[in-house]
């Protein structure tokens, strides 16, 4: 592991309980989901992670355990250290605290991660919808989502595809 990262794994893994990964000096700790809100104000004080970069889910299905894993990426603007907390999730209804105390655009973030895969947020201030109308049902990120099966139209089978379209005039 990089130098420069030994010091911040030790420091989640003693505090947290995390478990700590180095990819091309991206660090990457994997940590129980009620120490998510702990962790984060610790690498936001402490490490000076003041941007959340991204948050994105990952689903596992049809392994369950963990079926999910949601990704915050921080990084510092001062040292431009990047750090990637995972938090894995199981079930078919995954609930995990909310980051939106303290990375504020963890709103609309976690709002697309509850829209496009069902993950519920604990304490968020506003979790609807956000990219699928209100009354949508299922979350289409998730592998166990049905698919339409429509065939794409292309030049080559117009005929075909017209046939079995469903039309308003004859």
Not at 57 to 64: C, I, K, T
Request: with cysteine.
């Amino acid at each position: 592991m990089d130098a420069h990262n030994q010091p911040i794994a030790a420091l989640f893994v003693n505090r947290f309980g995390a478990q700590a990964a180095e990819f091309r000096g991206e660090l990457t700790l994997t940590l129980p989901a009620d120490q998510a809100p702990a962790a984060a104000l610790v690498a936001r004080d402490e490490l000076g992670c003041n941007l959340l970069l991204t948050a994105t889910a990952v689903d596992y299905w049809p392994q369950q355990s963990p079926r999910f894993h949601v990704i915050y990426q921080l990084r510092s603007l001062k040292t431009n250290c990047v750090l990637r907390l995972c938090v894995p999730l199981n079930g078919n209804a995954p609930v995990m605290p909310t980051l939106e105390g303290i990375y504020p655009n963890a709103n609309w973030k976690e709002r697309e991660i509850w829209d496009m895969f069902g993950i519920r947020f604990e304490g968020h201030s506003d979790l609807r919808r956000i990219i699928l109308p209100a009354d949508w049902e299922g979350h289409p990120l998730r592998k166990d989502y049905p698919l339409g099966y429509e065939e794409p139209q292309f030049t080559f089978n117009f005929d075909e595809i017209r046939l079995h379209k469903p039309r308003g005039e004859e």
